[in-house]
């Protein structure tokens, strides 16, 4: 039995800790691949090569044709070097199985630049640490153009909500109204934290239902965001005009083919 645990260890499977004692070697080296690999980002769609060769240069320009984003690294090259994220709660959630709970942990983070940018993203993994990870790059991939206006005269920036909106989830519901300047963000913990993120100065909420579940909170105070974007106001009656969208008008950058590096040898040659 010795013989065959010792045999057993030479492959990383055997009694104790025999030959698992050089693991950190392998893990370092990977997150340093990791690394690597987000600083060398090589795009799989065409919004990113749009991106990434600067023909692309606000998330307007996506936002306004409809561009479904499916790389993170997108947000990060246009709006990555503001951009701020928080984790609202992590909390562990339990599947039961033949041999017992099976844990893993839920994690609820918010991305936003404070100016009209936000996303929310939740990541449930078995490890606090990778469940984080996960959630922030779901936040980046769900960020949402967030409109904000007036109480009263027009003056400065726009400091509000252009209207009353209400965004449910579950059994809470979350209401906005505008405010005027200097009221502040009139909320509780959850959804002041959104607001700022979404470059909300001054605004007065309600909410009803059971809002001591923060996962329901916060989507509904995000789904309440992206409806400001929903009301047709007078301010948008003007004629539309309509421009080509990113991938018709670079459709000869996206069909060329990249060139690759030719190697050149030198051959010899023979004297016959």
Known sequence: MAERGGERGTFGRGFGRGGRGDRGGPRGRRRAGRREEEEKWVPVTKLGRLVREGKIRSLEQ???HSLPIKEYQIIDTLIGHKLKDEVMKIMPVQKQTRAGQRTRFKAFVVVGDTDGHVGLGVKCSKEVATAIR????LAKLSVIPVRRGYWGNKIGRPHT???????KCGSVTVRMVPAPRGAGIVAARVPKKVLQFAGIDDVFTSSRGSTKTLGNFVKATF???LKTYGFLTPDFWRETRFVKSPYQEYTDLLTAKPISKAVITEVDQVEP
């Open 223 to 225: 789904e309440c965001l």
């Open 161 to 167: 909500v252009p209207c009353k909106v209400t965004g």
């Open 134 to 137: 996960g959630a922030i790059i």
């Open 62 to 64: 996506i936002y306004l």
